[in-house]
């Protein structure tokens, strides 16, 4: 732990890391251009990016567009995606949110976050992924990875999504939001995941972590270990 470093140190160090880990950061959904990003946004709530890239090239191949989309029946979407879940909430989401981006936007996704959090089933995350990753206009969205870890690197009370977005956006410097917020989400996946942590293989925690984090984490350690040792010496009975 680098008790030493003030807050705009420890997070170059973290950004350090994460650039070395990191140097690539590839879009982890499968889409072509902002509408089929949306979607894909879209469903991916409660369901992993995995999953919606195996059911987005089915919808696709029906309705890549929201001309196409509209002509479907909400029924007819709901039976492709539901292997994503909440399929009866989205599947209205995303025929409504098609007929609206005709109706109200010439069939194009706008360019503008209130605009896009207008539309069913599109809250400020999902808006903010689509401005981010499809526009490259900054933005933190925050998904539960990004929650995490800005709680155990000290660096986010961890209260509230929003203010785990408002402490990103205040620390880390804005030309690097759109990178910084998949590297998070890379390295949560990989390092430093809700279950099965690990404090030897999560350098970032393990360096700049919290201290009441760390504590938790060697204290439960500490009572396996003796849980493991006092097994092994209990003898068998005869």
């Known amino acids: 732990m680098s008790s030493s470093l003030t807050k ?11 650039d070395e880990l990191y140097p690539e950061i590839p879009i982890p959904l499968d889409h072509k251009d902002p509408y089929t990003l949306l979607i894909a946004v879209l469903l991916s709530a409660q369901c992993t990016d995995e999953r919606v890239n195996q059911i987005t090239p089915k919808l696709f191949a029906r309705a890549d567009n ?18 994503c879940g909440l399929s009866p909430m989205k599947s209205k989401g995303i025929w409504h949110l098609s007929d609206m981006i005709i ?37 933190f969205p925050v998904d539960t990875h990004i929650h995490r870890l800005m709680y155990r690197w000290g660096l986010s009370n961890g209260k509230s999504v929003e203010q785990t977005e408002r402490d990103a956006k205040r620390l880390f410097p804005r ?19 809700a279950r099965g942590f690990s404090l030897d293989k999560c350098i970032i925690t393990r360096q ?6 760390i504590n938790e984490v060697l204290k439960e350690q500490e ?3 003796q849980a493991k040792q006092k097994k092994a010496v209990k003898k068998p009975k005869k």
Request: hydrophobic share 40%; charged share 25%; aromatic share 10%.
């Open 208 to 213: 700049f972590g919290r201290k009441s984090f």
């Open 103 to 139: 109706k109200q936007h010439g069939g194009e996704v706008p360019q503008d976050f209130e605009a896009l959090e207008a539309m069913p089933g599109v809250g400020h995350k999902t808006a903010s992924v689509v401005m981010s990753q499809a526009f490259g206009v900054p933005a």
């Open 175 to 193: 030309e690097r939001w759109n990178d910084l917020h998949l590297q998070i989400i890379y390295y949560g996946r990989e390092y430093c995941p």
């Open 8 to 18: 705009q140190q420890k997070v170059q160090a973290i950004m350090d890391i994460l």
């Open 66 to 83: 929201p001309f196409d989309m509209v002509l479907m029946s909400i029924d007819e979407i709901k039976e492709i995606i539901k292997p």
């Open 223 to 225: 009572k396996k270990l």
